[in-house]
Structure formats: structure tokens, C-alpha cells
């Protein structure tokens, strides 16, 4: 359970927010004065604190600033609640590391709606930093997503993931995370021996090699991958935590994970997100494509994803290019570069899709073929890139050529 620390001298707002607050699953704590709140803060250790900005003894800056200075407590997160309104407060409050900010008077459904927001936040960085505690990354972990259907996101991580295999001659698992429709079976012609539904049932506790060797199905190309259920799955059916547990151990028995994402941040979602050691948030060179692109990205940074996990990636999906929003318009609108760019595929890309044969073993000559290999290739881990394979696959030659070229 999310423990909150509420620091607030009017006893009134904890009467009003306290109901709503448990009743939505949270446990609370309460001080009346800043020296009670930072006495409580080792005992009760909170994920969250909720802090008043006018105290009798302390101001709300004296405590945020001690707890930003713990080593303990410095990356909690903390709500400011106050009935000032000047623009000073506010910019100072986010000046000294505060996350958010609430005005009295407020609904106590929004505090608790605000809640929600950084306890999400909370957790994915706490499992991004227990990957970079716990786990040396040897694999290169590829999570493909959007905020938009339609932009070619699981053509590309089935091709991503083909382009791995096909280089390195290593283990590799696509796995298909879109539980509502995912595609990749579709799109690789096969028939998978079971999936997220056969777990459905699992807890988290119970994952192991048996039941992931249960889950997992091979493809004749030499890839394996995990399928998504036939019918549509709510992700929250599964156990919280699940598909972290899931993560943790694909990744440790796999060289290249490449993972399917669905087009949401659901806990399932935010899970592998954190779990990916590279992010590529797929675009469209078209305007409800770019808004998407704009959220995701705010979101990503909210979570406390690195600047440099997260590849923007372009894909060209439409043969209307006169009428696409231009690359230099796009980075001045999102901000941020454009990190990847993948060609349009012509015709073949729908065919592919259609006759269940990726365009990566179909036709290894087109364009969009060749950019896939060597974003595969620029993605990969260092330990394999530094050290030449003994015996080097024709992928291999044929993308390292290319890239030496350009």
C-alpha cells in the first residue's frame, strides 16, 4: 500500500481528504506542523508527502529543502497544497524539487487523481534504478511505442527483431504486449502454441523457467516470441507487477528483447517501458501522429525515463510525403531530435502485413529493409559491436558495410 504523509496545520483539510484518500487504497499519515512532519518522515517513510506551504513553525520551502537534502527521501515525491496563488510561490516550489502544486480550495478527487500521477512515477523509477543496481545490461532490450495506432510500430518491432537475430545469430524474443489486438503472430504467419491468456491466472511470485518456456513460441525464421491472446485482454487483469517479473527474466535468458507496446501507459505498459534499455517512440509525419508524440514524451519524462534512452524514430509510413509534416517542423514542435528515421516501404509494407512474410525476409534490398538493419545494428549492445563476431553472418557484413560507407 502507497503510504502519503499529509504536513498541513488545518485539521479541517485532513477531515475532508482523508476519507477519499484511504477509500482509494492509499494509507495515511498526519502531521500538524513542519517539525512533526520531519519527525514522522523516518518513521513513516512515505512514498508520497503532501505539504502545506504556510506552517505555525516551519515553512513549506524549509521542509521541502531538508527532505530534497536526505539521501533517503531526496527523490520523493511531494505535492504542494496551499491557498496562495501568486506565480513566486509556485516557481519557487518547483525551483526547490517539488512535483506538484494544488491551489485551496480543490476537490479532494483531484488531490487523490494528482496521487495517482506520481505514484506511478514513483514506481518506475524505483524500477529503473533497482535494474541499475541488480542487473549488469547485457541485453539490448528494444520497447516500441506510441500514443497512436496506425504508425507502424508492430511492423517494426517484428522486423527490429528479425534484423537482431539475422545480424547477430543470438537469442532473440519479440514479445507481443498489445494485449486489446496484437498483431505479430498475424504478421509472422504463425500459429503460437499459447499465450498471455494461458498465464493469465499466474502470480507474479510464480514466473519461472517453466512457465515462461510454457509461454514462449518459436518461429521458423529462428526468432522466438511471446503472442498476445486471441481476444481482447484488459491489462489489470494481470497481477501488479507481473509483467515486470515477466521483463526481469526475458531479459536476463535473451540477448535481444524487442517488445511491443501497447499505445497507453497502463501499469503493464509502464513496466516494460521501464524495463527497455532503448525506447522508440514511433511517429508519423502527419499532425495527430506529432500531438501523440508531444504527450508521450512529457509522460516519459514525468516517470524519470534518461534523455538517452528514448530514440524519437520517424517512420515514413505513407507514400504521401509532399503532404507530411516536414522533419525540421516536427523537432521544433516536439523539441527534441529526431533521433531515427525510417523510409517509407512502398506497397510491400502492406503485403508483407497482409501474406504474413516481414519485409526484412522477403526483400532485403528495399530501403525501409536496409534502415531497419542498421538501426538494429546501431542499437545493439556495445559488448557485441566492440568484439567482431568469429563467425560474422551475411546481415552482418552487408549492414556494418554500409554504415562504414556512410
Known sequence: MIRVLLVDDEAFYYKLVAPVIKKAGYDLEYARNGNEGLTKLPIYNPDIVVLDLRLPDLTGF?????????????SVPVIFVTGQNELNSKLKAFELGADDYLEKPFQPEELVARLGILARRSKAMKMAQQYEAEIE????????HSLRGGVGCSSIAVNLALAFYQIWNKSTLLV???????????????????T???????????????????????????IQYIAAPKLPIAADSFQQGFFLTVAENIIQKNDFVVMDVAH???????????????????????????????GALSIYDQLGFPPEKVKVTLNHNSSEVTNGIKQAQIEKVLGHPVDLSIPYGTSEVSRAINFGEPFLLKNRELPVSMRIEEIGYILSNDIHKNIPP?????????????????
Not at 519461472?208 to 529462428?222: M, N, R
Not at 568469429?390 to 556512410?406: D, G, S
Open 137 to 144: 545490461q547485457t541485453t539490448t532490450a528494444v520497447a516500441v
Open 62 to 74: 524549509d521542509i521541502l529543502a531538508r527532505i530534497r537534502r536526505d539521501p533517503h527521501f531526496g
Open 176 to 194: 507481443d504486449a498489445v494485449l486489446a489486438s496484437g498483431q505479430v503472430a498475424m504478421m509472422l504467419d504463425a500459429a503460437p502454441r499459447s
Open 196 to 222: 498471455w491468456e494461458d498465464v493469465i491466472d499466474v502470480p507474479s511470485t510464480s514466473i519461472d523457467d517453466e512457465v515462461l518456456d510454457k509461454l514462449v513460441s518459436k518461429h521458423e525464421s529462428g
Open 390 to 406: 568469429a563467425a560474422p553472418t551475411a546481415a552482418w557484413k552487408r549492414v556494418t558495410k554500409r554504415l562504414t560507407e556512410k
Open 264 to 294: 497507453d501507459f497502463s501499469d503493464a505498459s509502464i513496466e516494460l517501458l521501464s524495463a527497455a534499455s532503448h525506447l522508440l517512440l514511433i511517429l508519423a509525419p502527419e499532425m495527430a501522429s506529432l500531438r501523440a508524440a508531444i
